[in-house]
Every structure is written in C-alpha cells, then in structure tokens.
C-alpha cells in the first residue's frame, strides 16, 4: 500500500469514526432532546449536582459540543443560571473521559455486533426501531476504530512520522498538537480515540499522549465559541468562562507534567489504560479543585446590566 492510498484510507477511517460519532449523538439527541434539556433545566444552586448532570449529560449523548451548545443557548435565553452553567461546563469536561475507556477497551467485535443488531431492529415494530439507530450507531464508533487501527499499523514503519509525533513530548508542543486537531475536527474524543490507537501500537509515548489530551480539552472550546457567536453577551461569557476553565487546567497541568506522568505510570503498565487514566484523572482532579471557586467566576465573567442593555 503506497503512502497515498493509505493517507486516503486514515481520512476516510476518521471521517467514519466522526461521523458515528455525530450520528450517535444527534439521534440520542432527537429522540431524548426534551428529556435531556429538562434533565439540564435540574441545574440547581447546588454545584455538586450540576457538576454530575454535565457528567451524565456527555456520558450518555457521548458529545461535550452538543452538551455545552445547549447549555450556552439556555444561558442566553435565560433559562438556566449563568452561576449554574458554570459547574456543568466542568462536568462535561469529565463525560467526554468515557469516549477513551470505550478506546481501552478494543471492543471491536462487539462494534460488529452491535451494526448488525441495530440493523435487524430497524425491522422491527416502533417501540424496538426507535432504538436500533442509535445500537446500530454505537457499533460503528466501535467498529471504525477497528478500521482506524487497521490502516494506522504501517506508519510504525515510518521514521519521519515517528520523528515529527516525538515533538509532543514537549508538554508545550504536545498541548499545541492537542488544541490544534481538536479545533480541526471539532471533537476531542476524536483526538482522544487517535491518541490511545497511536500509543497502544508504540507510535507515541505517554508523555506525548498527555500533552495531547490536555490540549484537546481548550481545542474542543472552538465548538463553545461558534455556538454563541449568533446569541448574546451572556452566550459568550459562558463561552469564555469554558476557555478559561480549560486553559487554567493547562496552567496547573505544566509545572507538574512530570510528576503526573509518573503518577500515571504508576498506576497500571498498559499505554492503552495509562492514556485512558491520565484523561480521566486529570478532567476530575482540575473539576474538583475549579469547582468551588465557580462562585467567584461567574462574578468575575457575568456581564454588567448595562452591558447586556448594548
């Protein structure tokens, strides 16, 4: 296979991936649409709660896009608090770690599976077809990330590629690295499910793979932004408030990079789940210590009335 033929085969395998990704996520949306933004309307004054409702919100429409574009649309019409839209930015940040574990797990026959069950159940009565797309959906994610480790084997032959990856080492380029594809494809866990698939075939080493998922976490902010670009002030600090979250998690991330790798290391010897973990670990370590300060970011975000008047 020359370089060409499997440079078209990559794209075509990531282009699959996303679009199950986008799939999965607006037919859960369509069909639990209602459900889901009453189940966001629980935002209370408690910021435990909202914390886990961005949680399980990204957890199950596996997309933190979707989750914060609803969330910025429901501050600008004033249907949820900005305080409260702060806390379940956070927890969207930890729903999108369940993408990785799908990853670790190589469930790739279950992918197979879980298409031709989904494509039975569209045969089937209302009740068992309302739920076939988004089995049928699930299995794809699954079974494109097969198809997108399949054709990422060879480049293990590649020394300048090897070379030109080995740059993310650097936290500095490797976060670089991370904003920059997440900003592409508009989705972090694309940049996730990358990053475990390189390191599982020894493409990129942990540090990289760090570097990388810190990264993605600002690159997936774009998404925020476009979102609020037609609505209000108050849209975009929530847009902004997301940003600073993200990039505040960056700063505390750099000066102990190394130890956090170690820590990591220290956890299991498998690169697969290390990636998986370090996601994990660093999502809910930078949540729980922003958490409580989301108080004084919304003072220090909310625009001022006359503001809002302009």
Same mark, same amino acid.
């Given at each position: 296979m020359d370089w060409i033929e499997l440079t078209i085969s990559i794209i075509a395998a990531i282009g699959l991936f996303t679009h199950s990704l986008e799939s999965f996520s607006k037919n859960l949306q369509s069909q639990t649409g209602d459900k889901l933004k009453s189940f966001l309307l629980k935002a209370s004054n408690s910021k435990a709660r909202s914390f886990l409702l961005g949680f399980a919100a990204t957890a199950v429409v596996q997309s933190s896009s979707a989750v914060i574009s609803i969330v910025v649309s429901f501050v600008d019409a004033g249907v949820i608090l900005f305080e409260s839209s702060l806390p379940i930015l956070l927890g969207s940040n930890l729903?999108?770690?369940?993408?990785?574990?799908?990853?670790?797990?190589?469930?790739?026959?279950?992918?197979?599976i879980l298409i031709a069950l989904g494509f039975i159940m569209g045969? !089937?009565?209302?009740?068992?077809?309302?739920?076939?797309?988004?089995?049928?959906?699930? &299995?794809?994610?699954?079974?494109?990330?097969?198809?997108?480790?399949?054709?990422?084997?060879?480049?293990?032959?590649?020394?300048?590629?090897?070379?030109?990856?080995?740059?993310?080492?650097?936290?500095?380029?490797?976060?670089?690295?991370?904003?920059?594809?997440?900003?592409?494809?508009?989705?972090?866990?694309v940049t996730v499910g990358l990053v475990i698939i390189l390191s599982s075939q020894g493409v990129i080493e942990l540090d990289s793979a760090i570097g990388i998922i810190v990264g993605s976490n600002v690159g997936t902010t774009t998404t925020a932004f476009l979102a609020?670009?037609?609505? &209000?002030?108050?849209?975009?600090q929530t847009a902004l408030a997301n940003l600073?979250?993200?990039?505040?998690?960056?700063?505390?991330?750099?000066? !102990?990079?190394?130890?956090?790798?170690?820590?990591?290391?220290?956890?299991?010897p498998n690169i697969t789940f290390q990636v998986a973990y370090a996601?994990?670990?660093?999502?809910?370590?930078?949540?729980?210590?922003?958490?409580? !300060?989301?108080?004084? !970011?919304?003072?220090?975000?909310?625009?001022?009335?006359?503001?809002?008047?302009?």
């Open positions: 729903g999108t770690t369940v993408t990785a574990w799908l990853v670790s797990f190589k469930l790739e026959m279950l992918g197979t045969y !089937f009565p209302n009740k068992i077809k309302l739920i076939s797309k988004p089995i049928f959906y699930l &299995g794809l994610i699954l079974f494109s990330l097969e198809l997108i480790s399949a054709n990422l084997a060879p480049i293990k032959d590649s020394p300048r590629l090897i070379e030109f990856l080995s740059y993310a080492s650097n936290p500095f380029i490797g976060i670089l690295f991370g904003i920059i594809i997440t900003a592409a494809c508009q989705s972090s866990s609020s670009l037609k609505l &209000g002030k108050m849209a975009k600073c979250f993200n990039s505040i998690g960056v700063l505390i991330y750099l000066p !102990f990079h190394k130890v956090f790798e170690n820590l990591i290391l220290s956890i299991t996601h994990l670990i660093f999502n809910l370590g930078i949540g729980l210590i922003l958490l409580p !300060f989301t108080g004084y !970011f919304a003072k220090l975000f909310k625009p001022k009335t006359e503001d809002l008047a302009t």
